[in-house]
């Protein structure tokens, strides 16, 4: 594939779950990289996947300066930023989240800073650079099929829904202002995708027979993180460029799915 030749993107969260696998699928691509992960128990296993081809730094994408150095190290090694996808995020349930009555402060405050504030950050950097340039650019943002269509049996995390709708709701208020300078936005909204962040789902049985039926696609399963690279790869390519503003789900059937059918 060449789908991204000669583009530099910078991945944000792109050393283990999804970032890493659309971090693998855009090297295929063509892309140069510069991906931001933690220094954890993944990194060793990312820099082995992705070869001394890629650059990776490590930091907090919840601290404000953590996308900015990613950026200007893109544009300082490859001499361009073209785009950035930021998918860090996660869980917020071993902080607090719940139900919405259930919330700990803590829960609250973390979750939105690991998912909303964190994007925030990232897609500041990004519009900060290509104005300060007059540089075109895409940005690609991880918001959740939780957003809009909740499975209060199962999922019931409130602050992280409410996190990954204002996702949305960030992504198409930049789509709508920046796309007179050439600069494009979009959000992919997964479904229960098996990644670290998903054990609690993979070992609970009862979850596993409600995703049967609520992600019917291909014999009703979790989904891989592999199923939404495509997707990324294209809405960071050039074949997507007159797309913006939009979100695409890639959730196995679950938002157009009655689980009880």
């Known amino acids: 594939m060449s789908e991204l ?10 050393t283990s779950g999804f970032g890493l696998s659309g971090a693998l699928a855009c090297q295929r691509a063509g892309a140069n990289l510069v991906v931001l992960g933690r220094d954890d128990e993944h990194l060793d296993a990312a820099r082995a996947a992705l ?3 890629t650059v990776i730094l490590t930091g907090d994408a919840c601290s404000p300066d953590a996308a900015v150095r990613a950026v200007d190290h893109a544009a300082g090694t490859f001499g361009a930023f073209d785009a950035l996808y930021h998918v860090a995020g996660g869980s917020g349930r071993v902080f607090g989240d719940g139900p919405a009555h259930e919330i ?12 909303q504030t964190s994007t925030f950050y990232s897609n500041r950097a ?46 198409q208020a930049i789509a709508a202002h920046y796309a007179p300078f050439g600069i494009r936005a979009n959000a992919l909204a997964p479904a229960c995708t098996d990644t670290p962040m998903a054990a609690r789902a993979r070992e609970d049985a009862r979850i596993q ?17 592999s199923d939404v690279d495509g997707a990324a790869v294209f809405l ?4 997507s460029a007159y797309i913006t503003g939009q979100v695409l789900a890639v959730d196995g059937g679950w938002s157009v799915t009655d689980a009880g059918y």
């Open 5 to 14: 030749n000669g583009k530099t993107i910078v991945i944000i969260g792109g």
């Open 51 to 53: 070869g001394d081809s």
């Open 104 to 115: 700990t402060d803590e829960g609250w405050a973390r979750t939105i800073a690991l998912n």
């Open 126 to 171: 990004a519009l900060a650079h290509w104005q300060a340039t007059g540089k075109p650019g895409v940005l690609l943002n991880m918001s959740s099929v939780l957003a809009f269509s909740p499975a209060p049996a199962h999922f019931a995390t409130h602050a992280y829904a409410t996190a990954k709708a204002a996702v949305i709701g960030l992504t």
């Open 209 to 225: 027979d409600f995703l049967k039926r609520k992600q019917p696609l291909d014999g009703g399963r979790m989904g891989q993180t």
């Open 236 to 239: 960071l390519s050039d074949a």
